[in-house]
């Protein structure tokens, strides 16, 4: 387990150094990879842990160097994150009637549910575009709004809006700055400040609540 964590760490602070080994193995298969790993965090609930933010920025800063094309990322990375969410929708929308029996599904985490729940809850449908932005939330975001049954109509627009607008802030990120020499040379510390800044949210909900349940007592 802990060499699984360590591993994961070791992505996450040099995944510049893993994609461009990535790019040069591989080729026009990365595009198939940054397609699937996309796909799975924003589509698959037992994968929130991916890297898509940092990707996301990384992506475009390789494309910026002539690695990837741009055009070809924000059309595909697009495309993996309104897929995801669709089909986390679709999925949360089947196993919503066994939820409200009550009946414990394995492969929930119940913490990340009610806490995407609180979301929806204070924000509405416009969850489904501010959860792009959370880590975490935004893998549950489209199980709840399935679960919920949210229309499928309503649902797709915050969806397409929300998933363009995440791909495209963070990978035209990554492409703009990525010759500004802070970013070239500490692209290990700036990809961990956009993990931390994409955290921040959540860390600020969390110390809400527990100032909340504090004042309850």
């Known amino acids: 387990m802990m060499e699984l964590i360590q591993m994961a760490i070791d992505i996450f602070l040099?995944?510049?150094?893993?994609?461009?080994?990535?790019?040069?193995?591989?080729?026009?298969?990365t595009y198939l990879l940054l397609?699937?790993?996309?796909?799975?965090?924003?589509?698959?609930?037992?994968?929130p842990f991916l890297p898509g933010d940092s990707l996301l920025f990384a992506a475009g800063v390789f494309a910026s160097m002539g690695s990837l094309n741009?055009?070809?990322?924000?059309?595909?990375?697009?495309?993996?994150?309104?897929?995801?969410?669709?089909v986390n929708y679709w999925v949360g929308h089947f196993v919503g009637p066994r939820l409200f029996r009550g009946e414990k599904i394995k492969f929930l985490n119940q913490k990340h549910?009610?806490?995407?729940?609180e979301f929806f809850e204070r924000y509405g449908a416009e969850t489904i575009i501010i959860a792009r932005f959370v880590p975490f939330v935004r893998t549950f975001a489209p199980f709840v709004a399935g679960v919920g049954s949210m229309s499928y109509a309503r649902f797709?627009?915050?969806?397409?809006?929300?998933?363009?607008?995440?791909?495209?802030?963070l990978t035209l990120g990554g492409y703009f700055f990525a010759n500004m020499p802070v970013?070239?040379?500490?692209?290990?510390?700036v990809v961990l400040a956009i993990i931390v800044i994409s955290l921040l949210p959540g860390v600020y909900e969390f110390m809400r609540q527990y100032r909340q349940s504090k004042k309850g007592k």
């Open 70 to 86: 741009i055009a070809v990322l924000l059309v595909l990375l697009g495309i993996a994150a309104v897929a995801g969410d669709t």
């Open 183 to 189: 970013v070239k040379d500490h692209f290990s510390v």
């Open 14 to 29: 040099h995944l510049d150094k893993h994609l461009a080994t990535i790019i040069q193995t591989y080729g026009a298969l």
């Open 113 to 117: 549910l009610d806490r995407t729940h």
């Open 156 to 169: 797709i627009t915050y969806n397409v809006f929300g998933g363009l607008l995440w791909v495209f802030l």
């Open 35 to 47: 397609f699937v790993i996309i796909f799975c965090e924003t589509g698959l609930v037992v994968t």
